[in-house]
């Protein structure tokens, strides 16, 4: 499917087949600003597994990665697994005044996320400059923005109506002078609204779900 394939349709649901009111450039505008919405909403939809290099320092910041969910795994350049990469608790650590080993027996690091950032985290032992690191994580990175001639990705793609209803909220909710408008923009908001915040409630419970399974299965153990 291409961007072309999401205009004729939102024109077909706007009443506007021949292009006489509102032109391409402005839906594409609204279906960027649609997947933006998404992501701020609802970001564990743009889930994704990236592999980085790690910076020459302690504190990473990851332009891969826009959410920063967990970091998983030492790998190779290809995501293979090399070591552990445990999270800690910096701020606990720090309080009982532990210092890393000098001396370290493996390729094992840990991390923690860093407090009111979206994407930062601080490897210890810091990663020096002789040292190739790369890391794997789980990330929610947000699609690039769509342009005219475009192919739509899996992430329009599988919300294809729930975007389409945001476009035309944002289309219905120009005609100001309009009460019928206004109406239809409310009710395909609405819409956009329900669909994605259901669609995270339902994972959250699949994912409560699997984890009180797992836990029953291995008697409460981890």
């Known amino acids: ?21 509102i032109e391409d450039p402005l839906i594409v505008d609204y279906l960027n600003e649609a997947v933006a919405e998404m992501f701020k909403l609802n970001p564990a ?36 697994f090399i070591a552990e990469l445990k999270e800690v608790d910096d701020t606990a650590q720090t309080a009982f005044g532990k210092r890393n080993c000098a001396n370290r027996q493996s390729d094992t690091r840990s991390y923690s996320k860093v407090n009111g950032t979206d994407n930062q985290f601080s490897v210890k032992p810091p990663v020096s400059p002789d040292e190739n690191i790369y890391a794997r994580m789980t990330c929610a990175v947000k699609p690039d923005k769509v342009k005219l001639g475009d192919t739509l990705d899996e992430n329009i793609t599988e919300n294809y109506a ?45 994912t409560q779900q699997a984890n009180a399974q797992a836990s029953k299965n291995t008697g409460g153990k981890k």
């Not at 499917?1 to 009111?21: E, G, P, T």
């Not at 597994?49 to 320092?57: A, F, G, K, N, Y």
């Open 1 to 21: 499917m291409n961007i072309a394939d999401f205009i004729l349709r939102v024109r077909f649901d706007y009443n506007d087949i021949d292009a006489d009111r």
């Open 45 to 80: 939809k743009f889930i994704k597994t990236v592999v980085t290099r790690l910076d020459e320092s302690d504190l990473q910041q990851p332009c891969c990665c826009d959410l920063l969910y967990s970091v998983d795994a030492i790998t190779d350049a290809h995501g293979n």
């Open 162 to 206: 729930n975007l389409v209803d945001y476009v035309l909220y944002r289309l219905f909710a120009m005609e100001t002078e309009s009460a019928t408008s206004q109406q239809k923009s409310a009710q395909y908001y609405k819409q956009f609204l329900d669909r994605t915040l259901l669609q995270e409630q339902v994972r959250v419970a699949f």
